[in-house]
Each structure stands twice: as structure tokens, then as C-alpha cells.
């Protein structure tokens, strides 16, 4: 018994040693060397992407990923549809469609009546006074000689956007920056918080900013625009890509019914001696496919300069390409000018993805490519194919209205804008003479009902109850800013728009032309295929969001789509 009980013993004994000597190996085991202390951090962080690409491509009409489809080359467009995964049927939730309201709604998942931001221009109802969306008197130009070109920030934009809730997301360590030729196309998408957002200055062909950001451009900015880049595409002319009379999806070459020149030159067509044109001029590149290439040359810069990409967390980059919108407005959507522009933009993104594989990895990056806006036929373009349309003039129309009021009422310019399709109106006279807004509205709205064109003029504060299209209700109620915005709204017959040139195109109205936008993610976290149920411009932030595994902006009211996410 006694021989049994020191075996036990004896065994016991052994076990705890050999339990010690585990404990101890397991504990030196975890104990982690400080110099690999971070590769830990990172192993053990939130699953993400290295860099998160947004691409918003200004005017770009849905169809335009499907019209040129079969000349686009196979790592462009092509490679987004065929590696991401395509919403199909995304459209705007709001009206006016255009561009500062467009980029706010993709970054914010939000509408005009939460962001304020209800128009490139606005009038502020409390003031009368005209404000443009980026306009901040309090900062001033870095990059380039005082000027009003510099003075912009995000302040009007009242939510956050994406981008912010990353950078607050990761305590401020994500890099994000954001790119335009136009200000507002840079600015908007990189929120609040941005570390940097750049635009183009047409004088002297500079990217620069503002001080709301920073004090002093930073040097690799200071090497780019060094390299006076505009003016060496510039001096190269606008060659067609291909041979003209294979350009079989747009209208013959010179089409001066439906298609606006360049300032210098004969006739709408290619080639562009804008190498003769240019002087005096850089903005010109604005209008061309070399503006693509430009912002495409910066965005590059911006990633090799900052090390986007390339740290222990998450960065942003919000690029605009702005080019497409200045072609689209000057010769329209059926053009060889049009058709040109976007297969130069498919080479361009060919190779930024190329790019992007080479400096981070395929497959450790996120893009998504959508637009701010489509763009709708030529009026004369449609009649001329026995297709319904026509062109309305905003400013006739005003004209005409405050002559009407006037006899009434006796008080000159009682409606200050008809900017966005909204009447906005003179408050500060309307108070002064005692004037009652019911009875104004009803008359304008009667007057408005006459008018070529109208289809319906809603009282804002009466869209709910308006005997109007469910869509129309909820696209007139979204976008409707208390302080910024007109106190009724227009509503144009399909194929009309308020034209400012018999030639080319715009847009601004709730038609699929103008609201049924591309919207393509690729990359990290991303599946292959798509989607052909609706989805909404505020979904994009949403899932972006969601992809991050961070916060939605603070005013989103869009949902994620489950579908393009893995």
C-alpha cells in the first residue's frame, strides 16, 4: 500500500513538472519579439484592402459601358465587368441631377435635403444671395496667385462622407485624398477630414488647394506641376484614336445641327489643332481626352508621393474624371467627339490598373467606378429621328414670370432663379411688401403649367400630397434643402431640358438618361457578377461602408448591397 501510494506520489510529481515545463514553453512561445510587434497588429487587424479607388466619371451615361463595348480593350471597362461585380439598374434618388449634388450623394449615401449641398449654384433662402457649393471666403488659394479659383472647402456640405468615417474609423492613421479637374469634383468626395483635396487651375495649368487643408503645396505636387504636363498633351493636337469612318456607334463627324466647335475652328469635328488653340488657354484641356489622362497622371502621383496603399492601414483615393462631363455639354452624347473621349478613357484606365496591380497587388485593392450624372439626347437630335423633345428657356421663362407678377403684384423681380428647375423667391421683397407666398406659389405655379414643356410645378412644401408619379414625389422631396433650395420645383416633359445651347448636351432632370448611373466595384472583397434589381446612388457609400467594416456617414440613408460584397 505504501509502495502504491509513493508511485502516485511520484507520478503526481512528475506530471506538474512536465505541466510546468508546457506552461512555460507555451508562455515563451507567445511572447512576441517588439520588432515584429506591428506585422501582429496588422495580422490581427480588421480584414481590409490596401487602398480603396473611387472613380466617378463625370456625365457618364449606364449605357456608355455597353455602347462602346465591343472597341473597349480587355483591362479597362472590360476588366471591371468581367473581374467585378455590376450594379445594373442604379439610379439617382433625387433631382436636380448634377454634378456637386451627384459626387455628395456617392461619398455620403445622402440626399440634398440632409447634405445642403442642393446644386452646383444655389440660392441661400434666408439671404437671396447666390452660393457655390465649394465657396469658403475664409481660405485662400496654395499652389497658384490669389484667386477665387482657391477659395474652397467642404463646409457647405453639413454630413460626412465615407472617406471621413475612415479616417475616424482608424483614429486618423488612413491617408485619403481627393482629385478633380474641377474643384468640387476633388473636394466633396474627400470630406471633412481629407488629408488633401486637389483641382486644376486653368491660368496656370497648376493643381493646387486651399488652406483649408494646408499651407504649402507638398514637394511631390510642387514636381508635377513643374513638369507643365497641359501643355505637352496640349501641343500633341486631338488625334482620333481610330480611322473617323469607324466610329460606326456616333453621327457622321461634322454634325453642326447637334454638336458645338471649338472657339478658333470651322466645324465640329476631329482632328482638334489644339496645339493652335491652347495660348493663353490651358483650361482648354478641360474639353478634351488629355484631361483624363492628366488626372490620371496625378492620381498616380498622389499614390507614389503619399504612399497611399502602402502603410498599416487602410487609405482612400477619390478621383473625378471631369473631362467626360465638358465633352459630353459641347458636342452631346451621339458624337464621334463622345465615342473618342470614353475609348481613350478605357486605355487610360487600362492602365491604371495595370498600375495599381504592380505597386500594391492584384486583389489587394478595392475600385468602384460610377457617375455623378448621365446626360440626355440633343432635343434637335431626337425630332430630326421623330422622337418627342424640345428646349426650354429658363431664362425667358423667368422673364416672363416676373412680368406676369409684376402687373399683379407691383413689385419688380419677385423670383430671383430658376436655377435647378426650382423658383426661388425674392424673400427680402416679398416680407417688405407684405406679400402673401400662398398666393404667389398658386400663380406661379398656374403660369409655370402653361409654359412648352411643364409637365408638373409642385409646391415643395405639398410634395408629399402632390397628384404626381410616386418616384416624382419621392426624387422632388430628397432633394429639397430647406435652405437651399427654390420653394417650387419643375418637372420638364421627358426629352426637354433647359437648354443654354441649341448645341450638345446637359442634364439635371429625373429621366433615366439623366439618373441611371454605372456603378462597378472590383477587387478586395469584391465577387464576380451582377445585379439587375434596383439599387440606389445613396448605396454606394453604404456598401462601401460595409465592405470597411466602419460607420456610414452620419446623414446615409442608403442600404448596402449585400450581393457585391463576398
Same mark, same amino acid.
Given at each position: 500500500m505504501k509502495i502504491k501510494y509513493l508511485l502516485l506520489t511520484s507520478l503526481a510529481f512528475a506530471a506538474l513538472n512536465v505541466s510546468a515545463q508546457t506552461k512555460k514553453k507555451k508562455t515563451t512561445e507567445n511572447v512576441i519579439p517588439a520588432k515584429t510587434a506591428a506585422e501582429a #497588429?496588422?495580422? &490581427?487587424?480588421?480584414p481590409r484592402p490596401k487602398l480603396v479607388v473611387g472613380i466617378v466619371v463625370d456625365q457618364m451615361r449606364w449605357d456608355y459601358l455597353y455602347r462602346y463595348y465591343d472597341r473597349y480593350q480587355n483591362n479597362g471597362f472590360k476588366r471591371l465587368l468581367n473581374e467585378g461585380f455590376s450594379c445594373e439598374n442604379t439610379l439617382i434618388d433625387y433631382i436636380p441631377t448634377v454634378t456637386a449634388a451627384g459626387h455628395t450623394c456617392i461619398y455620403t449615401g445622402s440626399v440634398p435635403a440632409l447634405t445642403g449641398i442642393a446644386g452646383n449654384d444655389f440660392i441661400v433662402q434666408a439671404t437671396g444671395q447666390s452660393l457655390y457649393c &465649394?465657396?469658403?471666403t475664409s481660405v485662400?488659394?496654395?499652389?497658384? *496667385? *490669389?484667386a477665387l479659383e482657391g477659395q474652397n472647402s467642404p463646409r457647405n456640405l453639413l454630413t460626412s462622407t465615407v &472617406?471621413?468615417?475612415?479616417?475616424?474609423a &482608424?483614429?486618423?492613421?488612413?491617408? #485619403?485624398?481627393?482629385?478633380?479637374?474641377k474643384d468640387r469634383g476633388g473636394i466633396l468626395p474627400a470630406g471633412h477630414t481629407a488629408n488633401a483635396a486637389y483641382w486644376f487651375e486653368d491660368k496656370t495649368g497648376n493643381w493646387i488647394t486651399s488652406t483649408y487643408y494646408m499651407n504649402d503645396l507638398p514637394q511631390w505636387v510642387k514636381d508635377f506641376n513643374d513638369q507643365k504636363m497641359p501643355e505637352t498633351y496640349l501641343k500633341q493636337d486631338w488625334i482620333p484614336a481610330y480611322p473617323i469612318d469607324s466610329y460606326l456607334q456616333s453621327t457622321p463627324d461634322i454634325s453642326p445641327r447637334y454638336e458645338g466647335k471649338f472657339k478658333g475652328t470651322d466645324t465640329p469635328s476631329l482632328p482638334v489643332k489644339t496645339s493652335a488653340l491652347y495660348k493663353n488657354n490651358l483650361g482648354l484641356i478641360r474639353s478634351t481626352p488629355y484631361g483624363n489622362t492628366l488626372t490620371l497622371d496625378m492620381a498616380i502621383a498622389a499614390i507614389n508621393g503619399e504612399k497611399l496603399g502602402q502603410g498599416d492601414a487602410t487609405d482612400f483615393l477619390a478621383v473625378s474624371f471631369s473631362s467626360p462631363d465638358y465633352v459630353g455639354h459641347q458636342f452631346g452624347p451621339n458624337s464621334v467627339e463622345i465615342e473618342d473621349t470614353y475609348l481613350k478613357l478605357d486605355r487610360d484606365f487600362a492602365t491604371f490598373f495595370t498600375y495599381l496591380d504592380a505597386k500594391?497587388?492584384?486583389g489587394n485593392y478595392t475600385v468602384f467606378l460610377t457617375a455623378d450624372h448621365g446626360a440626355a439626347h440633343n432635343p434637335t437630335f431626337l425630332n430630326d429621328h421623330n422622337i418627342p423633345a424640345g428646349m426650354w428657356n429658363g431664362a425667358t421663362v423667368k422673364s416672363d414670370l416676373n412680368k406676369m407678377l409684376l402687373s399683379k403684384y407691383k413689385v419688380e423681380n419677385l423670383v430671383l432663379s430658376l436655377g435647378n428647375y426650382q423658383v426661388n423667391f425674392n424673400y427680402k421683397d416679398i416680407r417688405y411688401a407684405k406679400l402673401d407666398e400662398e398666393a404667389l406659389?398658386?400663380?406661379?405655379?398656374?403660369?409655370?403649367?402653361?409654359?412648352?414643356?411643364?409637365?408638373y410645378a409642385v409646391d415643395m412644401a405639398k410634395a408629399q400630397t402632390a397628384n404626381i408619379p410616386e418616384d416624382l414625389r419621392t426624387r422632388i422631396i430628397n432633394g429639397y434643402s430647406v435652405e437651399h433650395s427654390g420653394t417650387i420645383q419643375i418637372i420638364l416633359k421627358p426629352g426637354w431640358y433647359d437648354a443654354y445651347s441649341k448645341t450638345g448636351t446637359t442634364h439635371g432632370t429625373w429621366n433615366p438618361y439623366d439618373a441611371h448611373i454605372p456603378l462597378v466595384f472590383m477587387g478586395w472583397g469584391i465577387p464576380h457578377g451582377h445585379l439587375n434589381r434596383e439599387t440606389h446612388m445613396t448605396d454606394i457609400a453604404a456598401t462601401v461602408a460595409a465592405l470597411l467594416h466602419i460607420q456610414a456617414p452620419n446623414g446615409c440613408i442608403g442600404k448596402p448591397i449585400a450581393e457585391a460584397l463576398k
Open positions: #497588429v496588422q495580422n &490581427t487587424s480588421v &465649394t465657396r469658403d485662400k488659394a496654395v499652389g497658384s *496667385p *490669389p &472617406t471621413d468615417e475612415l479616417r475616424l &482608424t483614429n486618423f492613421r488612413s491617408k #485619403v485624398i481627393g482629385i478633380a479637374l500594391l497587388g492584384k406659389k398658386k400663380d406661379c405655379i398656374e403660369f409655370l403649367m402653361q409654359q412648352a414643356g411643364v409637365a
